[in-house]
Every structure is written in C-alpha cells, then in structure tokens.
C-alpha cells in the first residue's frame, strides 16, 4: 500500500495538567459504560461527570411516592432517567410510566440508555413535549397514581457550553431548553427595553442589583455590541460590580451571575407560565389517592407550588400536603453539591 493511501494515525488532543478541563475533552466521562473507573473517581470527589446527572433525593421521593406494581406513574422531567428508572423498578415489570421532555437531544440518548436497561416502549412512554400537556397525557393514560416532577435544569445541560447554561465557560448564550424552538437568551436581550429587563432580573431572581445591570446590559446593546455570549455577558456583570469591596467582590459576582443566568433562562423557556398551567391541572391529572412529589430549586417556583398545593387543599382537591418542605440530607449535599437549594413538596389527592 502506498504511503500517501494510508491513513494517519490521529492523536488525542492533548491538555494541560493530569485531567482535561474542558468539557469536550472528557472523552472518558462522556462514555461512562466504557470508563465505569473514572466516572466513579468524579463522582467521590463531589462532582458530576461530564454528560452526566445526579438525581437528587431518590430515596426520599420512593418513600414518599409509595409506588406498586401495576400502577401507572408520570415523570414530568425525564432528563438524564436517574429518577425514571428508579420508578420503574418499583413497578416490577408491571405497570407503565409516561415521561416528558422538551430537549430533542438528551431525550433520545435517555430513551436509547433506559431501554438497553430492560426499559423499552412496553414499561415507558416517552413524550417530546412539555409536561404542561400533563393533561392530555393523563386522558391518554387514563390517570397516574404517582407523578414526579424535578423542576431543576440537568447537568448534561448545564455543563455543555454549546447549551450557553454556564458563565463559568465560554459559549453562545442560548439557555433555550429546546434549542429548535423560541428565541435564544441573545435575541431576547437584542431587543428587551431597561425596565423590562430590570424587572425581569428581579422577579425571576430576586437580583439586589437588577437596575444597574440592566442598564449596563441595555447600554452595551445600544452601542451596538451584541450580547452573545455567556463571556460577554459575565465581563458586564463583573464591570458593573466593579465597585464593590475587594474582599467580597469574588463571591457577589458569581452569585449574581447564577441569579442573572437564572433569570434569563426562566424566561426564554417561559418556566413561570409553564408550572403555572402545570400546576393547575395537576389535580385532574391524578387518580383518587394519587400522589405527587415537585422538586424546586430557587424560591420563585417553590412559591409557586407552595401556593398551588395549600389553594388545593383548602379546596378538597388534596386530602394532605407537605406543610414543610422536605430537603436533602447532609451527606448528599457533600456528594451532590448541586443538591443543596432543592425543596421537595408533596400532595396526595383526595378520594372520591
């Protein structure tokens, strides 16, 4: 064979100290059924592996949910499939769970990763749509005995910058959970006016400083700068809090930035309108005596739930509801960092 026809052998892309840092060069942890060794190792370090997530509360939500053969159960936030599959054990090869998700992207390798575990078409439906059809849904089900719903975005999501979820790397600001559908968190800033976003930054995150980013956020844009970027949109965060104190600058702007990240990405994905509508005919979607756990990560939803399960109380609708919020323990904050601002809230619907 001539040399010219011989294909040249291709290096890895090499990277600097002993662990790749950016996220398309953790080609171990991007296939966790070939590399189970450094998956392992991430995780006892407090960390989620790249292309991964960690469920949060598993335990506490069986517990709760009480699942039995037979029944049939909703997971309203399919994701990465770590609560799904738990669920679905507790079936035991009896019953059927439906599940929702508005990510084209990672609800296929979900779909495609549960079934080589023993779960295909004939224990889990999986639907490409909000769970704010939850109605339609349960018309086709005929009623769920358990519905879940882990209103948190996934890691998977978070973690690639392509998906413009972090200000810790650089990436197009996007946040859209269905990248085929809506506007981008760029195109909505390229035309939003100061006191809408403003206020925006305030009711979506409670941001202490939302007049003075707004401005320096509106400002740039008028000067013709597009807003772009998760890197440009943190390099106006950190100018515009400039002024503060040495000592506690560092802390304020990373928060800030997760508060105004946050704030955008309820936005774009319209998350408020879509739990509103979600919650409303939560009710309706349950059987008599049917059970429902909701995880909440930032104060605004947990608000927003809280309020929905007490009206449906007082109401009849629920026979109890979680008066107090149930958290994670301690040594799963320790493992799962991201689990510590999540609140589990619960009802259980009422017999006819």
Not at 54 to 77: C, H, N, R, W, Y
Not at 135 to 162: C, H, R, T
Not at 304 to 324: F, N, P, Q, W
Request: proline share 4%; hydrophobic share 30%; glycine share 8%.
């Amino acid at each position: 064979m001539d040399q010219e026809q011989q294909t040249p052998h291709k290096r890895r892309v090499r990277y600097k100290g002993k662990y790749p840092k950016k996220f398309e060069e953790k080609y171990k942890e991007l296939q966790p059924e070939k590399y189970q060794d450094t998956v392992q190792h991430v995780m006892k370090k407090g960390n989620t592996p790249a292309g991964m997530h960690i469920s949060i509360m598993v335990d506490e939500i069986l517990d709760f949910l009480k699942i039995q053969p037979g029944e049939t159960g909703f997971d309203a936030t399919l994701g990465y499939g770590g609560h799904t599959k738990a669920m679905l054990q507790c079936l035991k090869g009896q019953g059927h769970m439906y599940a929702t998700d508005v990510d084209p992207e990672e609800s296929a390798k979900t779909k495609k990763r549960l079934e080589e575990q023993g779960f295909g078409e004939d224990m889990l439906t999986i639907k490409l749509q909000n769970f704010c059809t939850i109605d339609e849904i349960a018309k086709e089900a005929g009623g769920f005995d358990f519905i879940l719903a882990d209103l948190g975005v996934s890691s998977m999501q978070i973690d690639n910058p392509k998906r413009g979820f972090s200000f810790k790397v650089d990436g197009p600001l996007d946040l859209r959970l269905n990248q085929q559908k809506g506007i981008s968190a760029a195109e909505r800033l390229d035309t939003i006016g100061r006191d809408e976003l403003a206020g925006m930054l305030y009711e979506n995150s409670d941001e202490p400083y939302c007049e003075e980013l707004a401005k320096a956020i509106t400002d740039e844009i008028r000067r013709g700068n597009r807003v772009d970027t998760t890197t440009k949109l943190r390099s106006i965060i950190e100018k515009t809090l400039d002024f503060l104190p040495e000592k506690e600058k560092k802390e304020t702007v990373k928060k800030t930035c997760q508060r105004v990240f946050q704030a955008l990405r309820i936005d774009v994905n319209q998350e408020f309108e879509v739990l509103y509508e979600f919650m409303e005919k939560l009710p309706g979607a349950l059987r008599p005596g049917g059970r429902a756990a909701i995880l909440t990560f930032h104060s605004g939803e947990d608000k927003l739930v809280k309020a929905a399960l007490k009206e449906g109380c007082r109401a009849g609708i629920y026979s109890s509801y979680s008066k107090d919020v149930v958290r994670p323990t301690a040594e799963e904050c320790v493992r799962n960092p991201r689990a510590r601002s999540t609140k589990m809230r619960w009802a259980v619907r009422a017999e006819e």
